[in-house]
């Protein structure tokens, strides 16, 4: 048995290190002078139809709540403009404000997918343009995807999630 110990202490060592360090490696990857940090969330929230934009399309409002890695609990806006033919939609100045007031602003593609008369499928492409505050540099990428439910003809509550990278 006292063969047995210096591999048994060895592999200990191994997984301690590899629990010490692993986790600031997935958090985060250095790209350049840059440092790529994990960009995840979970969201709720409500959109309401206000009226059309400049282009004819159907002009939307959202807003919602969330926990995001990063910035931690977030409330959400926007504006968007959707094609009712193609269910396509496009924002360019969403919103995601930390706590402190702190944000990250996107550019976002929307594509709905209806599965019945009033709930559907949702999933988004988003482009990080900038931020202020500690965001103030933001860049990155990011998709989202999601459910919703129209509670009225102008009216549809939402939930979903993010994946993404974002540097600041």
């Not at 965001?135 to 003809?153: I, M, N, V």
Request: hydrophobic share 40%.
């Amino acid at each position: 048995m006292a063969g047995k110990r210096p591999t048994c202490l060895f592999f200990v060592f191994v997984v301690l290190m590899f629990l010490a360090f692993a986790p600031c490696g997935w958090a985060q990857t250095k790209v350049g002078s840059r440092t790529l940090r994990s960009w995840n969330g979970t969201w709720v929230g409500n959109a309401t139809i206000v009226g059309k934009c400049e282009d004819g399309t159907q002009k939307f409002v959202e807003t919602g709540i969330g926990l995001f890695e990063q910035m931690g609990k977030t409330a959400w806006s926007d504006t968007y403009c959707m094609d009712p033919t193609t269910w396509t939609a496009s924002s360019q100045n969403a919103a995601i404000a930390a706590e402190n007031g702190d944000k990250v602003f996107l550019k976002i593609t929307l594509l709905f997918t209806w599965t019945s008369q009033t709930a559907g499928n949702w999933t988004e492409a988003e482009t990080i343009i900038r931020g202020t505050g500690r965001y103030a540099a933001a860049t990155g990428d990011s998709h989202s995807r999601g459910t919703f439910t129209l509670t009225s003809p102008t009216v549809a509550e939402w939930e979903g999630t993010t994946t993404g990278l974002i540097s600041y």
